[in-house]
């Protein structure tokens, strides 16, 4: 069922029925790679170089010293449902300063660009620390910084930029969740709501910071500050499995499962994974059905979801994007090892299996969770695992299911998920809907 088979045409028809599908990347080619190496090494020094900064701003961050990091953790057997194999959650739901996985993207492209204004200014002299900047706020006060959002990246940015002192404006696609919304409004942040989509939202930010000669704009579509910013949490893994004896190699590959709306943070974290794993290490990307942007532009070479008849309406108000990040292909085209999706009914099943767990997930965070089901047990994925991991036991194999959002979910939101959950029938939807 993918086009390793030759068979494009039965995947598409997948999609058009708003069933999961599971796309193997046929010009995936796993290797060591010395370019994102490179690129990673970059991200670690100016994350580096931030975290004084960031410790003086986030008190929260004050205890780890500036660094913004998750924990990972060890899936019980049985506690999301019928998973196979070894699973852990990078804990990105409970990231500190933004509550998402937007933390790793949209504060390091906001504090970047503080410090970048602040040198070229004068402000900043070369080698002063950048702990400078906290006491800055009248200089960054005539400055704005805009974003486009479905929510968390707003969050994020919003957030970042109003603790150092800037003006924000976060233009909002209609998926944008009210608390959100009141939340950054709340922080004096400028929120334009808008009717219209995500790609719009953008679109509409961009060109109202075309117009200001003092204005940022953090852009979602092209941002290589973003990206760079999310692959760094492949090294804060890497540690992370190593203390938990974990040993990953040729005979003991790695699985990301990446939540992808546009692509910039798990396209970032996948290129940061190669860079540490190498050919060990392969990234997928999980996407809701109605908004499977990757999968339609990767495969199908469509720039939109809504050429296969798609919605792009999902509960999963994270990954609402029809149209993926071009950074994507032209990074990714043989980085990527794959594209799966999944309902939104499965999603909120296993938001309710991380409450049971004492986590607090939105629906964008658990998509995830899929991922191991596509590739362990359709026959997409196994023909994955004969070319890719050829004689390696399915034991041998480590899968990461990476959760991206809920920490700031308010109670009642987080409560009308669970309800919405348990009126669903009890068993996921997803195993009974891979064909084997
Ligand atoms: C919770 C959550 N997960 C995943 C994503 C996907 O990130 P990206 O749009 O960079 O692909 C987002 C994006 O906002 C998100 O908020």
Redesign the pocket.
């Known amino acids: 069922m993918n086009a390793m088979s030759g068979d494009l045409d039965a995947l598409r028809d997948r999609v058009r029925a708003g069933r999961s599908a599971f796309w193997a990347n046929p010009d995936y080619l796993p290797a060591e790679d010395a370019e994102a190496r490179q690129d990673l090494d970059q991200a670690l020094k100016d994350w580096t170089m931030l975290a004084p900064l960031l410790a003086r701003v986030f008190p929260e961050l004050e205890a780890s010293g500036g660094r913004i990091g998750s924990e990972l953790i060890p899936v019980p057997e049985g506690a999301f449902g019928p998973l196979p194999g070894r699973i852990l959650i990078k804990g990105?739901?409970a990231l500190p300063v933004a509550g998402?996985?937007?933390a790793r993207?949209g504060i390091f492209e906001v504090f970047m660009c503080a410090v970048h204004q602040a040198r070229t200014a004068g402000l900043l002299a070369p080698g002063e620390p950048v702990t400078r900047l906290a006491e800055a706020r009248d200089f960054f006060a005539r400055r704005t910084i805009a974003v486009g959002?479905?929510?968390?990246?707003g969050l994020s940015v919003g957030i970042a930029a109003r603790a150092l002192g800037y003006r924000c404006t976060v233009h909002m696609s209609h998926d944008a969740k009210p608390w959100k919304v009141e939340r950054l409004r709340r922080l004096g942040v400028e929120v334009v709501l808008h009717t219209a989509d995500y790609t719009a939202a953008v679109a509409a930010a961009r060109d109202a910071t075309a117009h200001d000669p003092e204005g940022y704009f953090v852009d979602?579509e092209s941002s290589e500050l973003?990206f760079r910013g999310?692959s760094a949490a492949a090294a804060e893994l890497a540690d992370q499995l190593d203390a938990l004896g974990i040993a990953i190699g040729p005979d003991k590959p790695l699985c990301l499962y990446?939540?992808?709306?546009?692509?910039?943070?798990?396209?970032?974290i996948a290129y940061g994974a190669r860079a540490v794993f190498g050919a060990a290490a392969h990234g997928f990307?999980v996407e809701p059905q109605q908004s499977a942007s990757?999968l339609c532009q990767m495969a199908f070479d469509a720039p939109s979801v809504h050429e296969l008849g798609l919605s792009n309406r999902t509960e999963?108000?994270?990954?609402a994007?029809a149209t993926l990040?071009p950074l994507v292909p032209a990074r990714m085209r043989q980085r990527l090892a794959g594209v799966c999706t999944v309902g939104d009914a499965d999603m909120l099943r296993w938001v309710a299996k991380g409450a049971a767990q004492g986590q607090r997930f939105?629906p964008?965070?658990t998509?995830g969770f899929a991922g191991p089901l596509h590739l362990m047990t359709s026959a997409a994925g196994k023909a994955f695992q004969a070319r890719h991991m050829p004689g390696v036991a399915p034991e041998d194999i480590t899968h990461i299911v990476w959760a991206?959002?809920?920490r700031f979910v308010p109670d009642a939101a987080h409560t009308a998920f669970l309800d919405s959950a348990a009126i669903l029938p009890e068993p996921f939807d997803l195993p009974q809907e891979i064909t084997p």
Request: net charge negative; proline share 5%; hydrophobic share 30%.
């Open positions: 990105d739901h998402s996985i937007k993207g959002s479905t929510g968390n990246l979602d973003l999310y990446l939540p992808c709306g546009i692509g910039g943070a798990p396209g970032g990307f990757a999963a108000d994270g990954m994007v990040s939105e964008s965070a998509a991206t959002g809920g």
